[in-house]
């Protein structure tokens, strides 16, 4: 059964600094890992698709890493804003689904 | 803008009432889902589809029943509502698994 960490669960850092999210999942045989960013009372908002041939993918001051040996995934996060505000998920499929992490709340302060 | 539209944003129930969710989305996408979030316990799947006339349990199916008569919606039904059942409810869709859309839940409440 695929199983997906996250650390840490919460996160307050000052404005400007730079930050990284981890993701843990447990069956490395995986196609594609995604992260999404919740606001509160809100969906979930697509930020990053890695593909498993990749080993990196950006997005502006987002940046996501996969390394499927080790069953990991990081994002980092450049110079943070409080309207990064919000928690952060990362997803892996498993069968015809996803398997979602738990989350971290992140809380940018000015 | 095309997406993931969900029905209603907000619900109260009593115990033992019906009521049905709706999600439409536009980008033909083939597989369609049904989460509920809460606190502590994360996003856990209801069920899904893989394409138009199929349905599939998932993690928590107990108490759910859904159809997919056409692609683009995907249909959540509660036969008789429970506390227990006081969630937010999100429906997803994805191209064969590449990715996911999320619509931007249903607030609902089960007195």
């Known amino acids: 059964k695929q199983e997906v960490t996250q650390i840490p669960a919460a996160l307050s850092v000052p404005e400007g600094e730079n930050l990284v999210l981890n993701c843990s999942f447990t069956d490395s045989a995986i196609y594609n890992l995604q992260w999404f960013r919740q606001d509160p009372g809100k969906g979930l908002t697509s930020l990053l698709l890695i593909q498993s041939s990749q080993r990196e993918q950006t997005s502006g001051r987002l940046n996501a890493s996969l390394d499927k040996s080790s069953g990991r995934s990081t994002l980092y996060i450049a110079a943070s804003q409080p309207g990064d505000s919000a928690t952060y998920l990362c997803a892996v499929p498993y069968g015809q689904n996803f398997v979602f992490g738990p989350g971290t709340r992140l809380s940018v302060l000015p | 803008n095309a997406g993931v539209t969900q029905t209603p944003k907000f619900r109260v129930l009593k115990t033992g009432q019906s009521m049905t969710l709706l999600c439409a989305q536009d980008?033909?996408?083939?597989?369609m889902y049904w989460y509920r979030q809460d606190p502590g316990m994360g996003l856990r799947l209801i069920h899904y589809s893989v394409g138009e006339g199929t349905t599939a349990k998932g993690e928590v199916p107990d108490g759910y029943n859904v159809s997919r008569l056409k692609k683009q919606n995907f249909l959540l039904g509660l036969e008789s509502a429970a506390p227990s059942q006081t969630s937010v409810y999100f429906c997803?869709?994805?191209?064969?698994?590449?990715?996911?859309?999320f619509g931007s839940g249903t607030r609902l409440t089960v007195v």
């Open positions: 980008m033909n996408h083939e597989y």
């Open positions: 997803a869709s994805s191209y064969s698994g590449y990715g996911y859309t």
